[in-house]
């Protein structure tokens, strides 16, 4: 099989769940595609020098590239609204739901680090110490801010364990 038909199988069988855990980074469907479509473009690049399994080589290229932007995004003054935008209208939900739409809120309140550990840790099933090596942290780092996201998150949506919310997030 060719590099570009290997590629594109790839592609069409593993898109989806990156573009997941592409969401689960960064809250936003449209960045999530972007964020993807660009690592598996630098992926592209060097498919003839990727051995093994390509998908933890384009995942370590989708948070490297995600983590950068939050360092860019750092160095930018934010942005101050004068009123917080109208909320859309409330529509009746079945618990599942509500939950799912409640824990999304929560995790988009979480600091962008916060937020990476517990997609890897959770979402991921990934060790401490593969945690620490994607984020490029020590694992001590990532277990503090699994503790910390994990408080805050129980403090946010009081009615989640973490059983619930690992079986929510998939």
Excluded at 12 to 28: F, I
Excluded at 57 to 74: A, F, K, L, M, T
Excluded at 156 to 162: A, G, T
Aim: aromatic share 6%; glycine share 4%.
């Amino acid at each position: 099989m060719s590099n570009e038909a290997e590629f594109t199988a790839f592609v069409v069988d593993r898109a989806p769940a990156l573009v997941r855990v592409a969401y689960a980074l960064t809250g936003d469907q449209q960045t999530a595609e972007d964020l993807v479509q660009s690592a598996l473009a630098k992926a592209y690049a060097r498919w003839s020098r990727i051995s093994g399994d390509p998908e933890p080589y384009v995942r370590r290229i989708i948070y490297n590239d995600r983590v950068s932007g939050w360092r860019r995004q750092g160095r930018r003054p934010e942005l101050l609204m004068a009123e917080l935008p109208e909320a859309g209208p409330a529509y009746r939900h079945d618990q599942d739901t509500a939950l799912r739409l409640t824990l999304r809120q929560a995790l988009l309140s979480l600091p962008p680090r916060q937020r990476a550990v517990l997609v890897l840790r959770y979402l991921e099933d990934r060790s401490v110490e593969q945690t620490a090596e994607v984020l490029g942290c020590r694992p001590g780092t990532v277990a503090s801010q699994a503790a910390r996201a994990l408080k805050k998150l129980r403090e946010l949506v009081p009615e989640l364990d973490d059983a619930t919310a690992v079986e929510v997030l998939r």
